[in-house]
């Protein structure tokens, strides 16, 4: 019953993750084949990248062609509405935000089946949910969202930590998984509309090239300062 409810869980967060990046791939400006693999690449990329992490080879996107068939056939939908998806990119990132949770609860979940520990579980769960996402970046040429977003893989490891607290008390298979999955969609829900985020390191600026009142530039390496510089290239 655990595998099946896994299962077809996999295959809903697998079809939304595969939204996601396909309207990637459409704003990208990318053409038919690349729209269609990042849809390939968001939808099973994480949970590939899990799966062999634990083990789980061949991974499932390989024993069960239902995973790339969905993919696939999302990616093709998504280009032909494209223009009626594209600008509501506020609702693509609820739809996100459900993939999150119910890849962060699958792969905390996997985790447990694979007999690793409490960490193993919770990086299983958030490599899930972000590993996709990262490699969408990647090929798109940007910082991974991962790194700069609000609160995305912060809310995946909590709902993963809460997974592994449950698992110490009686509470059944599904009101773990449920309960994760309600977590992380919920927290996530939250930082979008409230535009909630963690702290970001201040800009660093290298004290000796900052004048101090009443102290002229710091000289160039080769002993003319900039504006000196500038005005002798201006001539």
């Known amino acids: ?94 739809c996100d935000a459900i993939g999150l949770g119910v890849f962060t609860a699958l792969g905390v979940a996997k985790g447990a089946l694979y007999g690793v520990g409490a960490v193993g579980q919770i990086l299983s769960g958030v490599l899930g949910a972000v590993g996709g996402g990262v490699i969408r970046d990647v090929l798109a040429r940007k910082i991974p969202a991962v790194l700069t977003s609000d609160f995305y893989a912060t809310a995946s490891v909590i709902g993963g930590i809460i997974y592994v607290l449950l698992e110490r008390t009686d509470v059944s298979f599904f009101i773990r998984f449920f309960v994760c999955v309600v977590v992380v969609i919920t927290l996530r829900v939250i930082a979008i509309k409230f535009n909630v985020s963690l702290p970001k390191a201040g800009h660093w600026r290298d004290p000796s090239l900052v004048p101090t009142r009443g102290q002229s530039p710091m000289p160039h390496r080769d002993g003319v300062d900039a504006s000196s510089r500038k005005d002798a290239l201006s001539q």
């Open 1 to 94: 019953m655990e595998e099946l409810i896994m299962h077809l869980f996999d295959l809903f967060g697998t079809m939304i993750f595969a939204i996601t990046g396909a309207v990637m791939g459409v704003r990208c400006k990318l053409d038919f084949f690349g729209v269609i693999v990042f849809a390939c690449t968001v939808g099973v990329g994480g949970g590939m990248l899990r799966d062999m992490l634990l083990g789980a080879t061949p991974v499932a996107a390989y024993t069960n062609e239902i995973y790339l068939v969905i993919c696939i056939c999302t990616g093709v939908v998504m280009f032909f509405l494209a223009p009626k998806v594209v600008g509501r990119w506020r609702i693509i990132m609820f």
